[in-house]
């Protein structure tokens, strides 16, 4: 079956520094990929969409300055988490969606867990 | 807003008992629903789905039944195996949405299941 891979699975960073987690479709093309962050005992949250060559759409609350979003392929999309602080700290995964079999379907990656010293 | 209100974990369970993950939702219109699994290391994956009132989804033995009188879809299993230890989510579309929009999800928290032999 289709397969997303995301890395890395887990990263621990000092505050300041920016963090880039990878999302690619791996036997897709995806032509919209999500992203999502779990705060602990919280649900998944959905930060943005993005959509191959274009720009993201950020959800309400979510600073697009910080959270970077790149979709420059079909088959990648990044998030970078620019000047991380601990607040940042959090559980991020991504979907993509698998538009050209016609039975469209979303795939996760295993999710990147981000501690912020 | 549309939210999925599941019961809090972690559930344990010896191998053979049957299982009941509640799911309640409260969503505009008639959204779609899902249940997804996430086992140890992986990404999430689609369990089972329904998308009109008193359907029934099934897979792997798990049943959910949507109940839009009591806007519920418990997930139901009569006889839970070690191999169903893992993370289950509830989730929603946005009811109404087309496109890309019809792919957000909503979910809860996640309910973590361990099954003991």
């Not at chain 2, 998308?51 to 806007?71: L, M, V, W």
């Amino acid at each position: 079956g289709a397969v997303v891979s995301q890395h890395p699975s887990w990263v621990i960073c000092k505050s300041g520094t920016s963090v880039k987690i990878e999302c690619r479709s791996l036997d897709f093309q995806a032509t919209t990929m999500f992203w999502y962050r779990q705060f602990p005992k919280q649900s998944l949250m959905l930060m943005a969409t993005s959509n191959e060559g274009s720009k993201a759409t950020y959800e309400q609350g979510v600073e697009k300055d910080k959270f970077l979003i790149n979709h420059a392929s079909l088959t990648l999309s990044t998030l970078t988490v620019t000047s991380a602080h601990p607040e940042d700290s959090s559980f991020y995964i991504c979907s993509a969606r698998d538009g050209g079999t016609g039975d469209e379907k979303l795939f996760f990656g295993s999710g990147t867990q981000l501690s912020v010293l | 807003g549309n939210s999925v209100t599941q019961m809090e974990g972690p559930v344990t369970l010896s191998e053979e008992a049957f299982l009941t993950i509640n799911c309640t939702y409260t969503a505009t219109g008639y959204p779609s629903l899902f249940w997804y699994v996430q086992y140890p290391g992986e990404g999430l994956q689609l369990l089972l789905k329904a998308t009109k009132a008193d359907d029934k989804g099934s897979n792997k033995g798990f049943e959910a039944t949507y109940r839009k009188e009591t806007t519920s879809f418990h997930l139901e299993k009569g006889s839970v195996q070690v191999s169903d230890s893992a993370v289950y989510f509830c989730a929603l579309t946005h009811a109404g949405d087309s496109g890309a929009g019809s792919y957000q999800l909503t979910f809860g928290k996640g309910t973590k299941l361990s099954v003991i032999p």
